[in-house]
């Protein structure tokens, strides 16, 4: 068998963005893989910048959110899956992922589950750093791309493509159209800045990428060559 991989490369609210690693450990994994990497990853409420507004529950896939006597959010962690999706759709900060440094053991969980997925098997990943929105294409819903159109990018090394596409993005200007960044920083120059850092904050995908190099997955040194 051999692999090759298709990847729109994209933000993601809990490793960062969303990259060949992400498409391959969490998308090639068995909805108990799916749960299993997501287990450390449980939003909390900030009661005081919650406005009750109710999104959060009503999308919430699993039933786990309802407003309490006070119309604020409240999980019911024995239902809460950690996916996510209240953190994403919170306009208010309301939801917001735990203290725990989440973002890197889940980070850490794709690359294993990746490396499983491309165990004994050739492969090859391309990865499209076109139509960059913030949020993960999981969701019914998403905002503005955040930079321009960058390409198309290619290599055998998922951990090389990956760290390039990262990097492109880091170069990268913000896009001239409305979006999270442009509206959040409208006087700064954020060349040169770690744009996914900026849209999550609490994330860290670099320790994803330094776990896969680790375990022999590859390396961040790349060489990258335009045609």
Known sequence: DII??????KGHEQSGFGGTFKNLGMGAASVAGKLEQHSDAQPVIDTESCIGCNVCVK???HDAIHLNSKRKAEID????????QCVALCQYDGAVMGDSDTSEHLNCKIAEYTQAVLKDKPNFHVSFIMNVSP???CWGHNDTPVVPDLGIAASFDP????KACADMVTQAPVSRTDNVLSEKYP???LEGKDKFHLIHPDTNWL???????????GTMNYELISL
């Open 4 to 9: 090759i991989s298709m990847t729109h490369f």
């Open 59 to 61: 999308h919430c896939a």
């Open 77 to 84: 962690y024995n239902k809460c899956t950690g996916c996510g």
């Open 135 to 137: 949020e993960c294409d």
């Open 159 to 162: 951990v090389a493509l990956d």
């Open 187 to 189: 006087h700064e120059d």
């Open 207 to 217: 320790a994803g990428l330094k776990h896969a190099e680790k375990r022999g997955m």
